[in-house]
């Protein structure tokens, strides 16, 4: 298969794990004798310094003239730490969604046995937690109207929902129950919110035509709550902008790290894929940040074009590098590894046969890890 693929590595750390995912994707090509063809642009606090705009017209044109994109992460402190900025990293990433459509944001969230001591929560309460958000991304309050008083005294932002945007996203969602464990639940605020209870009322007008998927009701403070005491209770989570936001980045810590968490926004047209970690600026250019979640991204942008081994490939490389410890300081605070090394070790093991031998002595010496 050919793919045109946009690379917006963005701000911070965002260069560093896109080059590992690029490292892996290629890999993946030279197996499956794919071709793969990268086309790099800039976005976020970059793209402000180099132009004045968070997207410019050049990237968007990239963009939407690619297969797919592969994001990295966006924020600059000058900007994070001045709230008086008119323009920001983040607006690049909003005009990118909406520009392209981009209405569906899909966050799985697996837990793995080898890290459950990684996270703060108990053993027993996570292990076996497999479950995936799906986050509408292009309205809500997020995009709703804003003001701000002239005296500076008052300010409002508008929360609005159409039924065509809630039912493009709901069909999506109760599509992948019905090919995951059959379960869907709803998280909203329909006791106060209008919107609300315009999105419970469609998910019960649509689930009619999935009956063999079983529906249940969370209000958001009941299901930040519950995804903190029975995580494994969830299969796929559909929710509004901004419960969503808040929720697969509250999800986030279940796992251990925000480092191996992938996600795609999708579109009628478009599809985008990144890790849901910010740019970590405090760790740009120390070569120790975790490319996990933005190579686990890439699997998700091959799953997205149907190319289920090559992505399955990605993600048993990944539980491997896990299980013999070959992961950055995250993940490994004793003897760990830099995030080329991680790279590296995944596409030498996507392309090594099933019969490769692991020399342990070198692992543990952080050098060679495949003979």
Request: glycine fraction near 6%; charged fraction near 25%; hydrophobic fraction near 40%.
């Amino acid at each position: 298969m050919n793919l045109k693929i946009a690379l917006l590595p963005g701000d911070g750390i965002g260069p560093e794990v896109i080059q590992q995912a690029i490292k892996v994707l290629d890999a993946v090509a030279e197996k499956y004798k794919h071709t793969f063809e990268y086309k790099k642009a800039s976005v976020g606090a970059i793209a402000i310094d180099e132009t004045g705009d968070p997207l410019p017209d050049k990237t968007l044109k990239i963009c939407a003239e690619s297969d797919a994109i592969l994001f990295g992460a966006i924020g600059d402190p000058k900007y994070d730490n001045n709230p008086s900025a008119k323009v920001r990293p983040e607006q690049g990433l909003l005009k990118l969604r909406k520009s392209l459509g981009l209405f569906a944001n899909i966050r799985p969230l697996t837990t793995y046995d080898d890290l459950i001591h990684k996270s703060n929560l108990k053993p027993e309460v996570i292990r076996g937690t497999n479950f995936v958000i799906y986050r509408e991304l292009t309205s809500g309050i997020y995009f709703g109207k804003k003001e701000l008083s002239e005296d500076g005294k008052e300010a409002f932002d508008t929360c609005k929902y159409t039924i065509e945007e809630i039912d493009r996203i709901t069909h999506l969602a109760f599509k992948a129950a019905q090919v995951r464990r059959k379960k869907l639940t709803l998280v909203d605020k329909s006791n106060v919110l209008e919107t609300s209870r315009l999105w419970r009322k469609r998910v019960a007008e649509i689930s009619k035509s999935y009956s063999n998927v079983l529906v249940d009701y969370l209000f958001v403070d009941n299901a930040a709550m519950q995804l903190i005491l029975n995580p494994t209770q969830f299969d796929v989570i559909l929710t509004e902008n901004m419960f969503g936001d808040i929720l697969s980045d509250e999800a986030s810590v279940i796992s251990g790290s925000i480092g191996l968490l992938a996600s795609a926004s999708i579109g009628t047209n478009s599809a985008m894929f990144e890790p849901i970690h910010g740019s970590f600026p405090q760790a740009k250019g120390k070569n120790i940040a975790n490319p996990l979640a933005a190579i686990l991204s890439a699997a998700m942008l091959l799953d997205h074009f149907e190319l289920y081994d090559e992505a399955e490939d990605i993600r048993i490389a990944v539980e491997k590098s896990i299980e013999l410890n070959i992961t950055t300081p995250d993940l490994n605070s004793t003897n760990h590894f830099s995030t080329t090394n991680v790279g590296n070790f995944l596409s030498d093991f996507i392309l090594d046969d099933e019969n490769t031998f692991y020399n342990k002595n070198n692992i543990d010496l952080g050098q060679s890890t495949i003979i």
